[in-house]
């Protein structure tokens, strides 16, 4: 059982950066595939990225460039680096894990991973 818990988000302006934590208990993170996925109001939760327990990583189209996930062993965490935000990327920002070995694209498509975070809020705004 993997308990997980975000955290980093806040509001900040069109253009800022934030960095979303994704703190990890009850089991050792290397071993899974995490995700970071989003909801905005009134919209479905779309996936953003994805680090295999390999490490190979992939983004939505929506934030390559400017979004970089990493993984920190020690810690037990996954961090999402966010730069250059915008306004349409104001949402509840969850992380993710599962155990399977599928593609990071397919997790971001589908949502499919077994352990969730309550969430984080991000607010870009001016």
């Known amino acids: 059982q993997v308990q997980l818990v975000e955290s980093g988000g806040g509001l900040v302006q069109p253009g800022g950066s934030l960095r979303l934590s994704c703190a990890a208990s009850?089991?050792?993170?290397?071993?899974?595939?995490i995700g970071w996925f989003r909801q905005a109001p009134g919209k479905e939760r779309e996936g953003v990225s994805c680090?295999?327990?390999?490490?190979?990583?992939n983004y939505a189209d929506s934030v390559k460039g400017r979004f970089t996930i990493s993984r920190d062993s020690a810690k037990n965490t996954v961090y999402l680096q966010m730069n250059s935000l915008k306004p349409e990327d104001t949402a509840v920002y969850y992380c993710a894990a599962d155990g399977r070995h599928y593609s990071g694209i397919y997790y971001l498509s589908r949502g499919a991973m077994n352990y969730w975070g309550k969430g984080t809020l991000v607010t870009v705004s001016s």
């Open positions: 680090i295999t327990s390999d490490g190979r990583t």
């Open positions: 009850g089991s050792t993170l290397d071993y899974y595939a």
